[in-house]
C-alpha cells in the first residue's frame, strides 16, 4: 500500500520533471550539464561575474573587434587540447613547449592573453581568486560571440584550472588541421564525442576573424583547388603571390567581423578560406547541413550555442582537483611544507 503510493508519487514526479524538462529544451536546446559545472555556480561568491565581463569586452571591442575572434579561438583551442582547464594560457615553462607556443598556435593574436589576465584582475577585485581562468576564457567566447551579433547562451560554470599543459605532440595530434578534409575532420571531433552536425556549426567560429597565407597558399599552389571559386581564388593570389607570403586575410568575405551565417554562404558559393571550411560543402555528408545553415540563421544559432556548451565542457577540472589562477599564464607557486621550509633556510644567513 505505502509502497505502491509512494511508486505512484514517483510515476507523476518523473513525468512531471520529464515534462519540464522537455518544454525548456524546446525554448532553448542545451546538452546535459557535466557532474561538477552548474549554471548558478558563481551566484552567491561573484554574482556581477558575468557583468564585468561582459563590460570590460564591450570595452575591448569597441577599440578592436577583433580581439573577439581571438577570444572564441583561444577557447576552442583550450579544451581541444586536453580539456577546458585553462592550460592553454599557461606561459612555456623550461618543462616544455606550451599549447600557445605550439604550431598552431595563437601568436595572430598576442593581446587575448593580456585581455583574460586583465578580466581575472578586475574580477579578483570584486570578488577575490574565486574565478577560475577557465571560466573566465568561456565566458569571453560566449560574449565574443553575442558582441559580434552572435547569439547569447547560458555557459555551465565551475570549472577549474589545471596544473600541467600539453606537449606540443598532443596539441598537434588534438587540433583539427587547415589542410583536412571533412571526412578527416569529423574523425577527429569524434573523438570528443561531437557528430558532423556539431562539426559544421562549430566551424561557423570562422563567421569571424582571418587567417595567415600559411593557413591556405596550398590551395593555391602549384596547383588550384578546384572547388574554389576563380575570382576569389585571383583575390587570395594576390593577397599572397608566394607560399612563403605573409599576409592575412578574412575568413568570411561578406561579413567579416559580424556573427552571423554568411560564412555558409560563403562555402556555397566556393569562398571557404581554409580546405578544412570548403570541404564542408563538397562532402556529401555534411553539405545539407552547411545549406540548413546558410538558409536559416536561427538554426544556425541554436545548434552554435549548443555546440559549445558541449565543446565546453569537454574534460573539465571540477571539484577540488586543479587550483583558481592568480595569474592565468602560470600556476600559482607550490606551498607545500618542504618547499615553504626550504625556502626559510634559503632566507637564512649563516
Ligand atoms: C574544425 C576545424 C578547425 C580548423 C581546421 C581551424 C583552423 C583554423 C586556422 C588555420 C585558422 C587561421 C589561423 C592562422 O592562419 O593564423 C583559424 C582561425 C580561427 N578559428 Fe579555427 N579552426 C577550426 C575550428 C574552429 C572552431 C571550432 C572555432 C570556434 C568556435 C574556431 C575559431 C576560429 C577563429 C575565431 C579564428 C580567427 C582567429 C583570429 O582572427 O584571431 N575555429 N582556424
Ligand atoms: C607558430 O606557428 C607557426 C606556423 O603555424 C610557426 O611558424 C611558428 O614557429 C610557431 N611559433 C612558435 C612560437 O612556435
Ligand atoms: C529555422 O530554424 C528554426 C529553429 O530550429 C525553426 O524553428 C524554424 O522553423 C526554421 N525556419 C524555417 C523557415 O525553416
Ligand atoms: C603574470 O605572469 C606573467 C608570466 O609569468 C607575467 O609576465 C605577468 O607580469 C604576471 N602578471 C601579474 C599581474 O603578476
Redesign the pocket.
Known amino acids: 500500500m505505502n509502497s505502491s503510493a509512494s511508486f505512484i508519487s514517483f510515476l507523476l514526479l518523473t513525468s512531471a520533471l520529464l515534462g519540464s524538462h522537455l518544454l525548456l529544451s524546446r525554448a532553448q536546446p542545451t546538452p546535459p550539464i557535466v557532474r561538477g559545472l552548474s549554471w548558478t555556480f558563481y551566484r552567491s561568491n561573484c554574482p556581477r561575474l558575468e557583468t564585468i565581463v561582459r563590460d570590460y569586452l564591450r570595452q575591448v571591442f569597441r577599440n578592436d573587434i ?1 580581439q ?3 577570444l ?2 583561444v ?2 583551442h583550450d579544451c581541444f587540447v586536453q580539456g577546458c582547464d585553462g592550460s592553454v594560457l599557461l606561459d612555456g615553462s623550461a618543462s616544455g613547449p606550451s599549447e600557445k607556443d605550439a604550431p ?1 598556435n ?4 598576442p593581446e ?1 592573453f593580456r585581455i583574460i589576465n586583465e578580466l581575472r584582475n578586475r574580477i579578483q577585485r570584486a570578488c577575490g581568486q574565486v574565478v577560475s581562468c577557465s571560466d573566465i576564457t568561456a565566458l569571453a ?1 560566449r560574449d565574443a560571440v553575442f558582441l559580434s551579433g552572435g547569439p547569447d547562451y547560458r555557459v555551465p560554470l565551475g570549472r577549474r584550472d589545471g596544473l600541467t599543459f600539453a606537449t606540443r605532440e598532443a596539441t598537434l595530434d588534438n ?4 589542410g ?1 578534409t571533412a571526412r578527416e ?1 569529423i574523425a ?2 569524434a573523438r570528443k564525442g561531437l557528430d558532423a552536425t556539431d ?1 559544421v556549426a ?5 563567421t ?5 597565407c ?3 597558399t596550398e590551395r593555391l599552389y602549384p596547383n588550384q583547388d578546384p572547388n574554389m571559386d576563380q575570382k576569389y581564388a585571383n583575390n587570395l593570389k594576390r593577397i599572397c603571390p608566394t607560399t612563403t607570403s605573409t599576409g ?1 586575410t578574412v ?1 568570411d568575405i561578406r561579413t567579416p567581423n559580424v556573427f552571423d551565417n554568411r560564412y555558409y554562404v560563403d562555402l556555397m558559393n566556393r569562398q571557404g578560406l ?1 580546405m ?1 571550411d570548403q570541404d564542408l560543402f563538397t562532402d556529401r555528408t555534411t553539405r545539407p547541413i552547411v545549406t540548413s545553415f546558410a538558409t536559416n540563421e536561427t538554426l544556425f544559432f541554436e545548434r ?1 550555442a549548443f555546440s ?1 556548451i558541449k ?1 565546453g565542457m569537454l574534460n573539465v577540472v571540477t571539484g577540488t582537483q586543479g587550483e583558481i589562477r592568480a595569474n592565468c599564464s602560470r600556476r600559482n607557486p607550490t606551498r607545500s611544507y618542504l618547499t615553504t621550509l626550504v625556502e626559510d633556510l634559503e632566507n637564512v644567513s649563516f
Not at 202 to 206: K, T
Not at 208 to 212: E, T
Open positions: 577583433g573577439a575572434a581571438g572564441l579561438r577557447h576552442f598552431p595563437l601568436t595572430l593574436r587575448v567566447a587540433l583539427p588541421f587547415f583536412s575532420l577527429n571531433v562539426l562549430i566551424s561557423g567560429g570562422h569571424i576573424g582571418r587567417g595567415n600559411a593557413s591556405f592575412t575568413l581554409l578544412s552554435f559549445m565543446i
